[in-house]
């Protein structure tokens, strides 16, 4: 099931004013170009910015995300793109260029069995030698200790609603895997809150997850704007 931040329609009309700035999406832009990418599959897509963006610019584009109330929102910015409130597993007969996972998307598949069986899902919407390129934060720089009310706490002044607090803060940390809490308090004095858990995968597991369900490790960067904390992996379908 998504998270609340994203199904929920109230806090999901939120995550657009509380993170405007979207440049670390240019990065994957680009490397869609490298890779000559006509036609991509955006999973998790949430409320439509990277998929709008490359419909902008020509590529034919299909938005998939389980989250209801954050696709509506994708569907307010391109008619262009064909978007589906769906998973990786429960695709339609595809055939693209390239599949992105932008953002935590592909830490929210916490378990093997759900992250290996979306990579095979992804796989078969690709081409034979399209290719897959998605982000997970590096393990070791422990991004989660900076996830409390001191380092992430902001109020932004929403159209339409007014001021609204926001934060994080841990819940536990586990092995790899680590829980939080996001706040939100509205000026109204209603207070909504949405828990997650995402899964830090060393790289070695990533890689390894990827040859299991047929791909091959083409190159796994640095994010350019994020230097040190994330991969950046690229991999084609093996066929």
Same mark, same amino acid.
């Given at each position: 099931?998504?998270?609340?931040?994203?199904?929920? +329609?109230?806090?999901?009309?939120?995550?657009?004013?509380?993170? +405007?700035?979207?440049?670390?999406?240019?990065?994957?832009?680009?490397?869609?170009? $490298?890779? /000559?990418?006509?036609?991509?599959?955006?999973?998790?897509?949430? @409320? /439509?910015? =990277?998929?709008?963006?490359?419909?902008?610019? /020509?590529? $034919?584009?299909?938005?998939?995300?389980?989250?209801?109330?954050?696709?509506?929102?994708?569907?307010?910015?391109?008619?262009?793109?064909? %978007?589906?409130?769906?998973?990786? @597993?429960?695709?339609?007969?595809?055939? &693209?260029? #390239?599949?992105?996972?932008?953002?935590?998307?592909?830490?929210?598949?916490?378990?093997?069995?759900? %992250?290996?069986?979306?990579?095979?899902?992804?796989?078969?919407?690709?081409?034979?030698?399209?290719?897959?390129?998605?982000?997970?934060?590096? +393990?070791?720089?422990?991004?989660?200790? $900076? %996830?409390?009310?001191?380092?992430? %706490?902001?109020?932004?002044?929403? +159209?339409?609603?007014?001021?609204?607090?926001?934060?994080?803060?841990?819940?536990?940390?586990?092995?790899?895997? &680590?829980?939080?809490?996001?706040?939100?308090?509205?000026?109204?004095?209603? &207070?909504? @809150?949405?828990?997650?858990?995402? !899964? =830090? !995968?060393?790289?070695?597991?990533?890689?390894?997850?990827?040859?299991?369900?047929? =791909?091959?490790?083409?190159?796994? !960067?640095?994010?350019?704007?994020?230097?040190? !904390? $994330?991969?950046?992996?690229? #991999?084609?379908?093996?066929?």
């Amino acid at each position: 099931m998504p998270d609340r931040a994203f199904d929920d +329609p109230r806090l999901a009309a939120l995550y657009d004013p509380l993170d +405007p700035d979207r440049s670390d999406l240019e990065p994957y832009a680009a490397i869609l170009t $490298e890779l /000559g990418a006509r036609s991509v599959l955006d999973v998790g897509c949430g @409320t /439509g910015t =990277f998929a709008a963006l490359l419909a902008d610019r /020509g590529l $034919e584009v299909i938005g998939v995300d389980p989250a209801e109330a954050s696709v509506e929102i994708a569907r307010t910015k391109s008619d262009a793109v064909t %978007w589906l409130v769906t998973d990786a @597993t429960r695709l339609p007969p595809l055939d &693209v260029d #390239a599949a992105t996972m932008t953002a935590n998307v592909a830490q929210v598949f916490v378990t093997d069995e759900d %992250w290996l069986a979306t990579l095979r899902g992804i796989r078969e919407a690709l081409r034979a030698g399209g290719h897959l390129v998605f982000e997970s934060r590096v +393990p070791e720089r422990r991004a989660w200790l $900076e %996830w409390d009310r001191a380092h992430t %706490w902001d109020r932004t002044e929403v +159209p339409g609603v007014g001021g609204v607090e926001s934060w994080r803060e841990l819940i536990g940390a586990r092995d790899d895997l &680590v829980s939080f809490r996001s706040t939100f308090v509205l000026e109204d004095t209603v &207070v909504l @809150t949405s828990d997650s858990t995402l !899964r =830090f !995968r060393s790289r070695e597991q990533i890689e390894s997850s990827l040859a299991d369900t047929g =791909f091959t490790v083409i190159e796994v !960067r640095d994010a350019p704007d994020r230097p040190g !904390r $994330e991969y950046v992996f690229v #991999a084609r379908r093996a066929d």
